[in-house]
């Protein structure tokens, strides 16, 4: 593989981007072309300073033609097999396909699945492509994995959802912060300095984890809660704060509803019940009240660890209401926040390939935010399509009410839960079309694969966690015989009868963009490509001009600054209040039995991203963190008789997966772990549990029951 950092000229010409990875979406520079790029740090970015991870510093290895497609494939009848074709047979193929479909079954038969790495400018266009080139309602993403309990929850108690409701920067000067299901350290290295810099600066660090991760282990207090229970310990928290006289009356009586049924679901999660139902005791449970309140300012972050549960939003949801019942929520220096995931996970939500949304998180089944968004797009509101499945729902009716599917920037073979269920379902398709950098093991399912350009061949813009958006430049020309995912859907819309509506210019199409999210939750109306590069981004929302600000002119008013902080005078409720939800405890969706002893929980490692589709390619990455394991305690290592290293398998109801014993005390003995970065007999999403919330409709990854067993030597 050519080397990622080579040395270039010093003239060369450098060009301010971003990583393509996680939703911190670090500043970096790029100079060089792609089988020599220089990373060149950006320490004027404020986000990350400079710093980067080994993802993001090995990105550029990526870029190489030697490891990414270069010539779209179609399956050839007479082999079976993925064969090289042009790029004019690739489309047509693509696109009879699915108007074979739409004609003998309706437009409802072909289902589309996008992901939260596209661009701001991707996303848009192929919720429109869905939606009034296809006329389908089948069309959600892979975000609904990642962020989708915590938006619900934001949804409901504030009226807006967005990742962070502050800048990062306000993190090391609040007084306390509980961090809860993220190991930073490892999913985001460079946000860690944050809180390293919060307790430099006095502030204190609870951290909540069945685990003890890296970023545990910085941590004032850390709790260990038994997977599933997330929602106990949050309404155990709440109760203890009410006991001892902890609540900020003043600002729930001024600023939210809601708080007497709340109250009254919190307190009956005492504290010995709930260190019953956690395994957290009693004394912790006070330690951090005491913790988070006494401090003159607080915040909550949560991130995938009690979101990806049957109940994830009625867990964050508890998360809030501690915030809001102790007046830190809608104050400088507090609030509730959610560290979004994936590169575009929030701006993925906004702007149309979810579900039940259309540009600027306008609800789907709102009429007037219909006809404003027919009215950019030229049509008719009637012809849009109603909201359709969530994620997890589309796949599993593939094959069925599903005959076809174009899928872009996703590899659900590796990512989804029950994983090898929706292999099953992947194959069983009539058509299958993928777009993507690399030959994933979905791409490699498919009757066409077209070969897309990446982060650095490509202009777009990007929001990170903090609801900033951001401008990825073109920092050199893709390999020839590639195109861009805009090009890919212009092509197509031509082909299936709409010449125009469908550009090919990131530029042109964020145009657009900004006049469709104009007047919606979340406005880039004011947002231009100019203002992101003077600006080092804009945070959002940010409309077309500030009304609060004299006129300059007698029709202009002066630009919006955008909104880094939201909720300080009001929440976006109708009344300005923000709501609690009364919430209760319940069990995960599959409990512990004599069959199924021990619960799994999955996550992340620092040298691989998502399902490694892209990561496993690089060999740096592949060398620090080369495939699955099994972590688990002592305890349970010595009922199993199972040594360091050795193969086990983690078995439950929907499947088995494989990885050698990792022995190690920082983990609850109740509990195993595995990453979920890898395919084949170390795919722990063949394990993982489909049941979903019914508000977020997010599946259950983060809990299920297994068993672990040793592997015979002679096993395959």
């Known amino acids: 593989m050519p080397d990622a950092t080579a040395t270039t000229a010093p003239t060369a010409p450098i060009t301010p981007t971003h990583c393509p990875y996680c939703a911190l979406q670090c500043g970096m520079s790029l100079r060089g072309e792609a089988e020599a790029v220089e990373i060149v740090e950006r320490p004027d970015f404020p986000v990350n300073r400079g710093a980067l991870c080994g993802k993001g510093r090995t990105a550029p290895a990526l870029l190489s033609s030697r490891v990414r497609l270069t010539e779209p494939l179609v399956r050839r009848p007479a082999t079976g097999r993925l064969e090289p074709a042009t790029w004019e047979e690739a489309l047509r193929t693509v696109a009879a396909g699915l108007r074979r479909t739409r004609t003998a079954y309706g437009p409802d038969a072909v289902g589309v699945f996008g992901g939260g790495g596209l661009t701001n400018e991707k996303a848009?266009?192929?919720?429109?492509?869905?939606?009034?080139?296809?006329g389908t309602s089948q069309i959600d993403y892979n975000g609904r994995f990642c962020m989708s309990s915590a938006a619900a929850a934001h949804q409901r108690a504030f009226g807006l959802d967005r990742g962070l409701p502050f800048p990062l920067e306000d993190i090391p000067r609040t007084g306390c912060v509980i961090l809860v299901g993220s190991n930073l350290a490892e999913t985001m290295p460079p946000a860690l300095r944050y809180l390293t810099e919060l307790r430099e600066n006095g502030g204190t660090l609870?951290?909540?984890?069945?685990?003890?991760?890296?970023?545990a282990e910085q941590a004032?207090?850390?709790?260990?809660?038994?997977?599933?229970?997330d929602l106990a310990l949050a309404l155990g928290l709440l109760h203890v704060?009410?006991?001892?006289?902890?609540?900020?009356?003043?600002f729930i009586a001024d600023r939210t509803s809601g708080w007497e049924e709340a109250r009254a679901a919190a307190m009956a999660h005492w504290p010995e019940l709930v260190e019953r139902i956690t395994g957290v005791g009693v004394p912790q449970l006070r330690d951090a009240v005491r913790m988070f309140c006494d401090a003159e300012s607080g915040m909550v972050l949560t991130a995938r660890g009690p979101e990806q549960h049957s109940k994830g939003t009625d867990t964050v949801s508890a998360w809030i209401n501690l915030c809001l019942a102790t007046g830190r929520a809608?104050?400088?220096?507090?609030?509730?926040?959610?560290?979004?995931?994936?590169?575009?996970?929030?701006g993925g939500r906004e702007h149309g390939q979810k579900a039940d949304q259309l540009p600027g998180y306008r609800k789907l089944d709102d009429p007037a935010a219909r006809a404003h968004v027919a009215r950019v797009w030229g049509v008719e509101p009637e012809t849009l399509p109603g909201p359709g499945r969530s994620a997890y729902e589309l796949l599993d009716a593939l094959g069925g009410d599903i005959k076809s599917l174009l899928l872009m920037g996703s590899n659900p073979v590796v990512s989804a839960p029950r994983a090898g269920h929706v292999e099953e379902r992947l194959r069983s398709l009539d058509f299958l079309a993928v777009a993507d950098v690399v030959l994933s093991e979905t791409a490699a399912l498919a009757d066409v694969v077209l070969p897309v350009t990446q982060w650095a061949e490509e202009t777009g813009t990007t929001t990170n966690l903090e609801g900033r958006v951001l401008l990825r430049r073109r920092a050199l020309s893709p390999p020839p015989g590639v195109r861009s995912d805009l090009e890919v859907l212009g092509g197509l819309a031509s082909l299936l009868g709409h010449e125009k509506g469908f550009p090919s210019s990131p530029e042109e199409v964020f145009e657009e963009l900004r006049r469709a999210s104009a007047g919606g939750p979340a406005d880039y109306s004011g947002i231009t490509y100019r203002r992101i590069a003077e600006e080092n981004g804009v945070f959002w929302p940010c409309p077309a001009q500030d009304t609060a600000a004299p006129a300059t002119g007698p029709h202009d008013g002066a630009p919006h600054p955008g909104t880094p902080r939201l909720f300080l005078d009001r929440f976006a409720t109708d009344d300005g209040r923000a709501r609690f939800i009364a919430v209760a405890h319940r069990a995960a969706a599959e409990e512990t039995d004599e069959a199924y002893p021990v619960l799994l929980t999955t996550g992340r490692v620092v040298s691989q991203y998502q399902s490694g589709a892209q990561t496993r390619r690089v060999d740096e990455l592949n060398a620090a963190a080369p495939g699955p394991f099994v972590e688990l305690h002592p305890l349970l290592a010595e009922r199993l008789g199972a040594l360091e290293g050795e193969p086990l398998a983690v078995v439950s109801r929907r499947g088995r997966a494989v990885g050698p014993a990792r022995i190690t005390t920082g983990i609850r003995d109740d509990t195993v772990f595995m990453p979920f970065h890898w395919p084949g007999e170390g795919r722990v999403n063949s394990v993982t549990n489909p049941a979903l919330d019914p508000t977020s409709r997010m599946p259950e990854f983060k809990v299920c029951a297994v068993r672990v067993e040793r592997v015979a030597a002679d096993e395959p």
């Not at 848009?124 to 296809?134: H, N």
């Not at 609870?206 to 970023?215: G, S």
């Not at 704060?241 to 003043?250: C, K, N, P, S, Y």
């Not at 809608?330 to 929030?346: E, M």
């Open 206 to 215: 609870i951290v909540v984890d069945p685990r003890r991760t890296r970023t």
């Open 220 to 229: 004032d207090l850390h709790l260990a809660p038994r997977p599933g229970t």
């Open 124 to 134: 848009y266009t192929l919720g429109k492509f869905a939606r009034v080139v296809l």
């Open 330 to 346: 809608g104050r400088p220096l507090s609030g509730y926040g959610c560290l979004t995931g994936q590169g575009n996970g929030q």
């Open 241 to 250: 704060a009410v006991a001892e006289g902890r609540t900020d009356e003043e």
